[in-house]
C-alpha cells in the first residue's frame, strides 16, 4: 500500500509541476490551482506513505528523482524544451542513485 501511495504521490506531483508551468506565473486560474492542489495532495500521500513502512530517504529518493527524470522528459515531449545528450546522461544518473539507495536499504 506504501508503494501504491508513493507512486501516486509522483503522479501527482508530476501533474503539479507541468501545471505550474502551465500556470505561467500563477496568471491562469485554474493551472494554479491545480498546481496547488496538485502539491498538497503529494505531499500528504509522501506523508503517509513515510507513515506506513517507506524510509525517509529512499521513498523522498524515488518521489524526487522520478518526478525530476519524468518532468524533464514531458518538458521534452510536449513543451518544447531540449533533451541534450548531457540532460540524458543526468537522468540515467538520477535513476542510478535511486536504484543503488533502494538496494542499501534492503537488507
Same mark, same amino acid.
Given at each position: 500500500?506504501?508503494?501504491?501511495? /508513493?507512486?501516486?504521490?509522483?503522479?501527482?506531483?508530476?501533474?503539479?509541476? &507541468?501545471? !505550474?508551468?502551465?500556470?505561467? %506565473?500563477?496568471?491562469?486560474?485554474?493551472? &494554479?490551482?491545480?498546481?496547488?492542489? %496538485?502539491?498538497?495532495?503529494?505531499?500528504?500521500? !509522501?506523508?503517509? *506513505?513515510?507513515?506506513?513502512? !517507506?524510509?525517509?530517504?529512499?521513498?523522498? *529518493?524515488?518521489?524526487?528523482?522520478? %518526478?525530476?527524470?519524468?518532468?524533464?522528459?514531458?518538458?521534452?515531449?510536449?513543451?518544447?524544451?531540449?533533451?541534450?545528450?548531457?540532460?540524458?546522461?543526468?537522468?540515467?544518473?538520477?535513476?542510478?542513485?535511486?536504484?543503488?539507495?533502494? /538496494? *542499501?536499504?534492503?537488507?
Amino acid at each position: 500500500m506504501a508503494w501504491l501511495l /508513493l507512486a501516486l504521490a509522483i503522479v501527482s506531483e508530476i501533474a503539479a509541476t &507541468s501545471a !505550474l508551468k502551465l500556470a505561467n %506565473g500563477f496568471t491562469h486560474l485554474g493551472w &494554479s490551482i491545480l498546481v496547488i492542489a %496538485g502539491y498538497a495532495t503529494s505531499f500528504a500521500l !509522501l506523508g503517509k *506513505a513515510l507513515q506506513l513502512q !517507506l524510509e525517509m530517504g529512499t521513498a523522498y *529518493a524515488i518521489w524526487s528523482g522520478a %518526478g525530476t527524470a519524468a518532468i524533464a522528459l514531458i518538458g521534452f515531449a510536449f513543451m518544447g524544451e531540449s533533451l541534450s545528450p548531457l540532460k540524458i546522461g543526468g537522468i540515467v544518473l538520477i535513476i542510478a542513485g535511486v536504484i543503488v539507495l533502494n /538496494l *542499501a536499504g534492503t537488507h
